[in-house]
């Protein structure tokens, strides 16, 4: 039986948040409870960069009842002039809360404790932590790019018990079942940009947008693609949602202005032969783009791992073997000498979908 207590009202505001995850940009998911006396009188979720923040919809829908309120919020309250609205932990004080359980610090260098010093200040009761795993979780993309200013990369693939991500001949649909291919879609719905390489869309000729049983949203389809090699018939450049080509100094200009008379935008990253793909992190982080699903292929996974840009990665794997010397590897690059220098993925997590296993984990240091 599910007990009343503050793990229930918080873990009802994660929720809420957690709904919100894909739709928000750069700006983090957060749930709001206002309880009053044993009673919810107040809900609300932050659903769109530059529109209410949680608490605030949360005490409007309280009114009143907000005064002597516990507010359930998980994350911190802001103490800085926004887009819209000013700032939260005013409006609780002014509202009359007389408690505010916080799941975690927000790490906006713009809040960053200030939000729950202030309300200390005012006399309220702060607390702090409860169920902040996981609302650190939800954010990770947020917290990574409000402080570095660069999107947070999934690496997603899917994979033979092998490794292997098409056969000998490049045959490659499909790897994983249905129940994994939708999870993917969701996945895409969740990143605000999906980042390929040339070889890929050479390859399979993919759109890259979202597509499951209910509307998603398209991710902003990014295309490494160092010479501009691409045809201006590649479905990925078709108008269903926006298209980076990211290319070096030195790619063809009447190929640019051609694909950029089409809609797309074309992005200059490095004056070698490959894309500076750090310099393209930053160019995409400034750009508003927070976080990133990176569907390969091998070459453009090996490089961002390589680079150390890859912040979490999702093997999927299907329970079948295609051996095939030669076969495209997941990750194709100089690999170490020996296997206590091999890359080694932390907070490793394994989930089920239909007959395939999705390993999820964290590249050291990240
Ligand atoms: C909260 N509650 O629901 C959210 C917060 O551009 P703005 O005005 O929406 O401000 C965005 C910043 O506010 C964001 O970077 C983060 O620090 C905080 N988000 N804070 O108290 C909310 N969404
Ligand atoms: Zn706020």
Redesign the pocket.
């Known amino acids: 039986m599910d007990l009343l207590n503050d793990e229930t009202y918080m873990r009802l505001a994660l929720n809420m948040a957690g709904a919100a995850s894909g739709q928000?940009g750069?700006?983090?998911?957060?749930g709001?409870v206002v309880v009053n006396e044993g009673r919810v009188v107040g809900l609300?979720?932050?659903l769109k960069?530059?529109?209410?923040?949680?608490?605030?919809l949360a005490l409007n829908m309280a009114g009143t009842l907000a005064r002597g309120a516990t507010a359930y919020?998980t994350?911190?309250?802001?103490s800085?002039?926004?887009?819209?609205?000013p700032p939260?932990?005013e409006r609780l004080i002014a509202e009359g809360v007389s408690r505010v359980v916080v799941a975690a610090k927000?790490p906006?260098p713009?809040?960053a404790g200030k939000?729950i010093d202030r309300l200390r200040e005012a006399g309220i009761q702060v607390d702090v932590g409860l169920l902040g795993d996981e609302s650190t979780a939800l954010n990770e993309a947020?917290n990574k790019h409000?402080v570095h200013g660069i999107p947070f990369v999934t690496l997603k693939t899917a994979v033979t018990l092998d490794g292997r991500i098409a056969t000998r001949t490049g045959h490659s649909r499909w790897i994983t079942g249905e129940k994994a291919r939708e999870a993917v879609h969701t996945m895409r719905h969740k990143h605000q940009g999906i980042m390929v390489g040339i070889g890929t869309i050479k390859a399979d000729d993919p759109e890259l947008t979202t597509r499951l049983s209910v509307p998603g949203i398209h991710p902003i389809r990014i295309v490494v693609d160092a010479k501009l090699a691409i045809s201006e018939h590649a479905r990925v450049l078709n108008n269903v949602a926006d298209t980076i080509v990211i290319a070096t100094e030195h790619a063809d200009a009447d190929k640019a202005a051609l694909l950029e008379a089409k809609g797309t935008t074309v992005l200059r990253c490095g004056n070698g032969d490959r894309v500076d793909l750090t310099q393209a992190m930053m160019k995409l982080g400034a750009m508003g783009i927070g976080s990133i699903l990176l569907e390969g292929g091998g070459v453009l996974n090996g490089a961002m791992l390589k680079a150390g840009l890859v912040d979490k990665v999702k093997l999927i794997y299907a329970p079948i073997i295609v051996g095939g010397e030669g076969a495209p590897s997941a990750f194709e690059f100089a690999g170490p000498e020996k296997m206590s220098d091999a890359l080694r993925l932390n907070r490793v997590t394994m989930e089920r979908f239909g007959d395939d296993w999705c390993m999820t984990g964290y590249p050291e240091g990240k």
């Open positions: 928000t750069v700006n983090p998911v957060v709001c609300g979720a932050h960069r530059g529109e209410g923040h949680a608490e605030v919020v994350l911190e309250p802001c800085h002039t926004g887009k819209l609205t939260c932990c927000d906006n713009l809040v939000g947020f409000i």
